[in-house]
C-alpha cells in the first residue's frame, strides 16, 4: 500500500500544516516582542509600581514597541523589566515616563529613545531618566498642599479683618494703615472745616470770574478779541500760501534756488567746499613730543618738546626746542710735566649749553619716512624705518655738514605714546660731541589731549 495515499497520512498533514499557520499566525499578531526571542532588554527602578501590571504595553510616540516583560523587588525598589521590539533603538539618555490610563489608578509606560548622537544602551541596560507624571497619590498630595494653603490664606485673611486687627500680616497691616488715613482725613475735614469752605467759595469765585471774561459781549471782550484773532491767523496762513505758491513757481531768490537746477548746484558746491575746508581742518591730527635722553660720554641730559601736525597718513610737520647741554664745546689744551720730566699735553673739554629748534617736513612711503628741514638749527635730513605693527622704529640723521653729524636711533613704542629710545651722536665725532644715549619719551595725540582737557578744573 502506496504510504502516501493513505488517510492517516492526508490527516496527519492536514492536523501539522493548520498547527503551523496557526504558529506562524500567532507569532505575527503577538504584542509580546519576547516571543521566539525577538527581543531587546531594559529595565529601570522606581520607588512605586503600583498601576503597571505584567504584559501590558510599552509605547514610544504613541506607537506599541514593547511589553512589560516581568515587575520584581530591588534593592526595597520596584525593578521593572522591559522588552522591546528588535529594531527599537535606544541610547544612554533615553528616558521613561509612567503616565496614567484612567482615573482608576491604571498606568502604562511611555519610552523616550534619548538622543541619536549618544551611545546606544546596552542590551539589559538600566534607563536612569523616570518620570512618573500618572500617579494618582500625587495629585491627591498636590490637592491637599493646596487646601492646606488656602487653609493659611483664609486664617490670616479672618486675623487682619478681625475686631481687633493685626500687623502680623502684610494684609493686616495694608487695612490697619488703610484705616488710619480714613480716620486722619476725617479729623483733618472736622477741624478744617471753615478753611474747606473758603477753597470752595474761592473755586466758585475763580470760576465765576472765567465765566464773565469769556463770555464778555463787549469790544474789548474775549469772544470779539478771539474773533480778531482768527481773522489775523487767516490773513497770514494765505499770505504763507503765496510765499509757497511763488516758490514753487521759481520766484525770487529763493524760488530760483529751490527750482533752478544750476542755482542749486551753484551753492551745493559752495556748500561742499566750505565743508572740505572745515572737514580738512578738523581731521587734522596733532601730538606733543617731549623726550629726554641721558648723554653718557657727556654726563649730561638732554631735552626736547615738539609739535607734531599731521593732516594727512602719508605726512606731517615737526616744531621743536632742544636744550642741548653739549650745544657748544671749547676745547682747551694742558700742558703738565711728569716726574720724569718730560712734558704731556692732555686735551680737556668743556661743554656749554645752548638752545636749538627744529623745524621738519616728513613723507611717509609705507614703512619708510623720508624727514628734511633744519635740524638742531642746521640743515639736516633723516630717514625713519619702522617694523613689528609701528612698535620698532629705526633712525638715522644727517646733519650740521660743516662738521658732519651722523646720529642714529632705536625706538621702542612701550604702551599708549609712552616708548624708550637709545642710540649714538655724533658717530663721526666731527663736533667733538660723541657719546651714547639711553632715553625715555611721550607723545600725547589729539585723543589724549581732549581727555586731559576734560580732566582739568575750569
Known amino acids: 500500500?502506496?504510504?502516501?495515499?493513505?488517510?492517516?497520512?492526508?490527516?496527519?498533514?492536514?492536523?501539522?500544516?493548520?498547527?503551523?499557520?496557526?504558529?506562524?499566525?500567532?507569532?505575527?499578531?503577538?504584542?509580546?516582542?519576547?516571543?521566539?526571542?525577538?527581543?531587546?532588554?531594559?529595565?529601570?527602578?522606581?520607588?512605586?509600581?503600583?498601576?503597571?501590571?505584567?504584559?501590558?504595553?510599552?509605547?514610544?510616540?504613541?506607537?506599541?514597541?514593547?511589553?512589560?516583560?516581568?515587575?520584581?523587588?530591588?534593592?526595597?525598589?520596584?525593578?521593572?523589566?522591559?522588552?522591546?521590539?528588535?529594531?527599537?533603538?535606544?541610547?544612554?539618555?533615553?528616558?521613561?515616563?509612567?503616565?496614567?490610563?484612567?482615573?482608576?489608578?491604571?498606568?502604562?509606560?511611555?519610552?523616550?529613545?534619548?538622543?541619536?548622537?549618544?551611545?546606544p544602551l546596552e542590551d539589559g541596560g538600566r534607563i536612569n531618566n523616570i518620570k512618573d507624571k500618572g500617579s494618582l497619590d500625587s495629585v491627591i498630595s498636590s490637592v491637599g498642599d493646596i487646601a492646606n494653603s488656602l487653609k493659611d490664606v483664609s486664617a490670616n485673611l479672618k486675623e487682619a479683618v478681625s475686631e481687633d486687627g493685626s500687623r502680623k500680616h502684610v494684609l493686616g497691616r495694608i487695612i490697619l494703615n488703610i484705616e488710619k488715613v480714613t480716620q486722619d482725613l476725617s479729623e483733618i475735614t472736622s477741624q478744617n472745616k471753615g478753611k474747606v469752605n473758603e477753597i470752595v467759595d474761592q473755586v466758585h469765585g475763580i470760576t465765576k470770574t472765567l465765566d464773565e471774561i469769556l463770555n464778555d459781549p463787549s469790544d474789548k471782550g474775549f469772544k470779539k478779541r478771539w474773533a480778531v484773532a482768527l481773522d489775523r491767523i487767516d490773513s497770514s496762513l494765505k499770505n504763507i500760501d503765496e510765499i509757497t505758491t511763488k516758490i514753487n513757481n521759481g520766484e525770487g531768490t529763493i524760488g530760483k534756488l529751490v527750482s533752478d537746477e544750476a542755482t542749486a548746484e551753484k551753492v551745493e558746491n559752495a556748500i561742499d567746499s566750505v565743508n572740505e575746508f572745515l572737514g580738512g581742518a578738523a581731521t587734522l591730527q596733532t601730538g606733543l613730543d617731549f623726550k629726554a635722553d641721558y648723554l653718557a660720554n657727556i654726563g649730561k641730559t638732554k631735552t626736547q618738546v615738539g609739535i607734531r601736525l599731521q593732516p594727512g597718513l602719508d605726512r606731517y610737520y615737526y616744531i621743536g626746542v632742544v636744550d642741548d647741554p653739549a650745544g657748544v664745546v671749547e676745547t682747551t689744551d694742558i700742558k703738565t710735566t711728569t716726574s720724569t720730566g718730560e712734558s704731556k699735553i692732555t686735551e680737556e673739554k668743556t661743554y656749554h649749553n645752548e638752545l636749538k629748534f627744529n623745524l621738519i617736513f616728513a613723507k611717509n612711503f609705507y614703512d619708510l619716512t623720508v624727514r628734511g628741514g633744519i635740524m638742531e638749527n642746521s640743515g639736516g635730513v633723516g630717514f625713519d624705518y619702522t617694523v613689528w605693527n609701528q612698535k620698532l622704529k629705526f633712525t638715522l640723521d644727517l646733519f650740521d655738514f660743516t662738521n658732519l653729524n651722523v646720529r642714529t636711533q632705536v625706538q621702542y613704542n612701550i604702551w599708549k605714546g609712552i616708548y624708550l629710545s637709545g642710540g649714538v651722536t655724533d658717530m663721526l665725532n666731527k663736533g667733538q660731541k660723541y657719546s651714547n644715549y639711553l632715553g625715555a619719551g611721550l607723545l600725547l595725540t589729539n585723543d589724549d589731549l581732549k581727555l586731559l582737557m576734560t580732566k582739568v578744573p575750569m
Open 1 to 119: 500500500m502506496n504510504l502516501l495515499r493513505a488517510a492517516e497520512f492526508k490527516v496527519g498533514a492536514l492536523v501539522l500544516g493548520v498547527a503551523t499557520l496557526i504558529a506562524v499566525m500567532s507569532v505575527q499578531v503577538s504584542d509580546n516582542p519576547s516571543f521566539l526571542g525577538r527581543s531587546k532588554k531594559a529595565h529601570f527602578l522606581m520607588a512605586d509600581a503600583g498601576g503597571l501590571v505584567k504584559g501590558s504595553q510599552i509605547k514610544t510616540a504613541g506607537i506599541p514597541v514593547g511589553t512589560i516583560s516581568n515587575i520584581s523587588l530591588e534593592d526595597g525598589m520596584a525593578r521593572v523589566d522591559l522588552s522591546f521590539k528588535r529594531d527599537t533603538e535606544l541610547t544612554v539618555s533615553a528616558a521613561v515616563v509612567i503616565k496614567s490610563a484612567g482615573i482608576l489608578g491604571d498606568k502604562y509606560i511611555d519610552v523616550y529613545p534619548g538622543s541619536p548622537t549618544d551611545p
